[in-house]
Structure formats: structure tokens, C-alpha cells
């Protein structure tokens, strides 16, 4: 017996439905890259502001030309400090393509970590699994991270994996310090434990991804704002929903953007320039990369974490 016509132009409407949303997410979406401008006031009383350029999750492959062309733009905003918190990679070639692109950004001052798709290359995933096993790991080839370290270290930039430094811009001094990725259970925190430098303005922690277990240790260590990535937003979001997951121990409502953890820290998560290969999608979360003017925290305490949140139209490919 044959469907009756209106069942079947309700399930000729769904599956239409779907194939416009997935057309979208993985077309239009997908390549809609935007900045966002935060303003945070996370700097010790007195100081001067600081601008903040957050990357992350790049996940590039040599022929993404539109995504290098919008990355090259990024430089003529003039940051005094670029941020990296990983995942530069998708392709055992990419390499070249990244440190092409990032190209004016690496003669800004910049300190970066890595994740885990710096190390592996992107596989194929069962779906579900991102879904209803999160802490399932699955690692493809080995990629050329030693040679992305090397040249963003020739440029200047500094590897805070499992490192504290303390430098100069802009008239501050930063005290930063980095962990490898937790996602992978790489993160060692305890070589670099111990209270960050209570003379520094800005007192700067550097995960890839936000696991709770790293972020209550920067808490204690007192660091003032830590940058992390990984989350892609959620990549997949729902309407007046947000996030459906955030592929970490990270709660949904701080997938993305300016939040405070604990007390007197402020975590700030990017929600990503790419997406893997094999998940080409996104939806309701645009790729991103976000200038944050740093601003001194008000004398007595922090207020919220964010005072400002504006997105920029894409940057123009040119």
C-alpha cells in the first residue's frame, strides 16, 4: 500500500529541509568568517589597555585559499599581541600554508600552545560518538608540528607548552604560561605550578582545550584571564539554545566567548577558524577570530567579564 500523498509531501518537505540546512552549514556558514571585538576588564588597576588578537583552531589544508585570504587580513587591525591556542592543522602539507598566512601576524608579539590536531591528523568519526561518548579518542597520522613550532619560534613568537615567560608589549609586563593539550591528556601542570607574578599587568594562562581540572589550577595560581580553544562553539547550535556539546568537561554556556571562572579569573573561548574535513559543518556559529581590548579591572574587584561583545563584518578577501 503506497503512502498517502500528504505523508509523502510532508517527508519530501523534511528531507528538502535538511539537505537546505546542511547546504548551509557546510557552504555558506562554514566560510561566513567574522571578527569579534570583547572588551575585558581583566588588567591590574592602572594599567593602559592592551589589544588581543585570539586564533585558534585553524585546522588548515593548502588549498583553503578563501580562508587564507581572510586570515591575511586580520594583521591590519594592528594587535599589539597575538594569541594562538592550536590546532593549526588538517593536512601533513599545511604547514607552509599557515606560516604563509599568519605571515604579517608573526612579526606581532605573540605566545602560542598546541592541540591535538597538531599532532594527529584529522580521521573519519563515527558521528554518534561526538555526541554520546565525548572522551573517545581517535588519532590519525602524525603531522609536522615540530616544524610549525619551529616556525613560529623563528618569528619570535613563545611556546608556552609547559613554559612561563614573562615579556613586554605595548608598555605591560605579561606573565603567561601554557599547558599542553588536555583533550589528549598531554597537560602536565605541575611544571609550571606556583603563583604567577603578582608585578605583571596581565597574568595570561594558554590551554587548548578548557578542561575544568586546568582552569581551577590557573584559578589558584592566580592568573587573571586564561584563552582557549577546542570547543568550536559547539560548531553545531541550536536557536535560543546554544551549543549542543562542547567536546570537553566545559558546561554549554561557556562554549564560546567571554565568561568568569571562579572568583577573580575571566576565560575566554574561540569558537574557531575551521572545522575538520570530515565534519565540514557549522551551524548557528560562525568561524571566528576575536580582538580583545584588555582594559584595567575596576580598583577593588573584577566586574563582569565582558563590558563589550561586537562582530565585525568579514573581512574582506582581497
Known sequence: MSAP??????????????????GYASIIER????????????????????????????HMRPQQRYKQAWLRELARWEPDL???????LAHPKAVPAVVQTLGELLSVPGVFVFGSNDYFGPRLK??????????????GEPLPWQDLRAAFSERGWLDLT???????????????????????????????????????????????????????????DGYQLVMAGHTHG???????????????GLDRSRAKGASRWGANMALHVSAG????????LRFCCRPEATLLTLVAAPTGGHDSATTLDRSQPTVSAR
Open 126 to 139: 563515527n558521528p554518534v560518538n561526538y555526541l554520546t561518548k565525548p572522551t573517545h579518542r581517535t588519532h
Open 273 to 280: 577558524i575551521g572545522t575538520s574535513p570530515f565534519a565540514p
Open 162 to 220: 609547559h613554559n612561563r615567560r614573562e615579556f613586554e608589549v605595548a608598555g605591560l609586563r605579561v606573565a603567561a604560561a601554557g599547558v599542553d593539550d588536555p583533550h589528549i591528556n598531554r597537560d602536565r601542570y605541575d611544571t609550571i605550578a606556583g603563583p604567577a607574578s603578582p608585578a605583571a599587568n596581565l597574568r595570561l594562562g594558554l590551554t587548548h582545550s578548557p578542561e575544568p581540572r586546568v582552569l581551577d589550577r590557573f584559578a589558584a
Open 5 to 22: 500523498p500528504a505523508v509523502t509531501r510532508s517527508a519530501a518537505a523534511m528531507l528538502g529541509s535538511a539537505a537546505l540546512g546542511i
Open 31 to 58: 566560510n561566513a568568517f567574522v571578527l569579534r571585538e570583547v572588551t575585558m576588564p581583566v588588567l591590574t588597576p592602572g594599567s593602559s589597555p592592551l589589544r588581543v588578537l585570539h586564533i585558534s583552531d585553524i
Open 82 to 88: 597575538v594569541v594562538n591556542t592550536g590546532d593549526n
Open 234 to 248: 559547539g560548531q553545531l547550535c541550536l536557536p535560543f539554545y546554544g551549543a549542543l556539546i562542547t567536546n570537553s
